[in-house]
């Protein structure tokens, strides 16, 4: 069983900080809020009503607005202000073929670097470990976190902090909100099992190669998913067929 009990991921936003209490406050109201559900794609953010509800002045919560209208959170026109972004299947797509590069990257380096530190195969392991135990069992967002650790042990693991910071600045956590739209996660728990067990175990034997070819499978297997394919989970999956 996995010792890691917690895919939640406060820390990630950190570098979003203004460093003043009160904007930030504002800012990881609507990052809680968005991560909740409490605020959908499309919803309008009312400036007056969050800084009643926080009981700070407009002012903060105009900064904490426009930082997140930066990060790609939040669209922001004259006429109809400030609004949550919504993401089609197209952009979805085109966020995880870039997002899929960093991940690739980063499974290369942890195989070349595997053998560094004498946790790194156990760790690793532990979070393979939370991928197995939670396939089937947590909706799609939730799901797309324990997956999300399993990566930044491997960040870890290929001594590759800043692929952390990649992405968070790539909004990973803004627009795999949108994946269950696409992608029944549930459905394809064995799936996600097997492919990223092939990805643990080149990874585990010193395989660079081998790691980056199988996250490449999970990456195709993927984007067919978004793209509406639904493959039959009993029978491998062959890329174009």
Known sequence: MSDITDFSFPDIFESLSTGRDSSDRVLQAIINGLLAGRYQPG???????????????????????????????????????????????????????????????????????????????AR?????????????????FEYLMVLLRYHMVIHDVAEMPQLNEATRRLGFFFWAIFFPAYIPVREYGQMYIRNHQRVTDAIVNGDPAGAEAAYQYHIDWTIALIEGERPDISKPWVHGS
Do not use: Y
């Open 43 to 121: 919803e309008r953010v009312v400036a007056r009503q969050l800084a009643e509800e926080l009981e700070v002045s407009i002012v903060p919560v105009r900064e904490a607005i426009h930082l997140l209208a930066g990060e790609g959170v939040i669209d922001l026109t004259a006429r109809k202000g400030a609004r949550i972004r919504s993401m089609d299947r197209e952009e979805v797509s085109a966020w995880w073929r870039i997002q899929s590069v960093v991940a690739k990257l980063g499974v290369g380096f942890a195989a070349r670097r595997i053998n560094r530190r004498d946790d790194s195969v």
């Open 124 to 140: 690793l392991q532990d979070a393979m470990d939370l991928i197995r135990e939670n396939a089937g069992a947590l909706d799609g």
